[in-house]
C-alpha cells in the first residue's frame, strides 16, 4: 500500500509527467500563478475563507511532494533528496509570490517574472536552502523564492 501511495504521490508530484521535460518547472510555476488568479472564486462559490482555502491547498500540496519522495525514482545523496522530475514544488512557490496581492495583470506579470528568476537562478541564498533534509530540501528554495517575491513586489505595489 505505502508503494502505491508513493507511486499516486509520484504522479501527482510530477503534475502528471510534466516534470520530465525542461520546462516543466516554469510550467508549474505558471499554473500556481493561475491557480491563485482562480482561488478567490473558487472560494467564494463555496463560501470558504481564502486564507484557510490557501492553506489547506498548500498543505495538501506539501504531504504530496512528502509522499512522493518514498518513490524508488528519488535519489538520495544522505539526507539530501534530488528530484529533478518533481516540479510541484514550484507551483506551490508561485502560490506562496502571489498570496494575497492584488488580483491586477500588471502585479500578476511583474511577480510571475521575478518568481522564474529567482526560481531560475536562485541568487541570495536561496540555491543554499536546496541541502536541507527530506522533502524541506525539495520545497526550500521554491518557498524561499516565492516569499521573497511576494516580499519585492508588495513593496513594489505599496
Known sequence: MKKIRAHLA?????????GKYSEGGPVAGALGFAGMWFLPQVAEIGSLNL??????????LSFVVQQALFDERVVWYGDVAVAPTIVLDWFI?????????PHT???????FLLYMILSLFKPLGIRQARVLPGFWGILADDVAAGLLTHLVVSFIFS
Not at 509520484?10 to 510534466?18: H, P, V, W
Not at 486564507?51 to 491547498?57: D, P, W
Open 10 to 18: 509520484y504522479s501527482i508530484a510530477t503534475m502528471g509527467g510534466l
Open 93 to 101: 512557490g508561485s502560490m506562496i509570490a502571489v498570496y494575497q496581492m
Open 51 to 60: 486564507t484557510v482555502a490557501f492553506f489547506v491547498v498548500l498543505l495538501a
Open 105 to 111: 495583470l500588471l502585479v500578476y506579470s511583474v511577480a
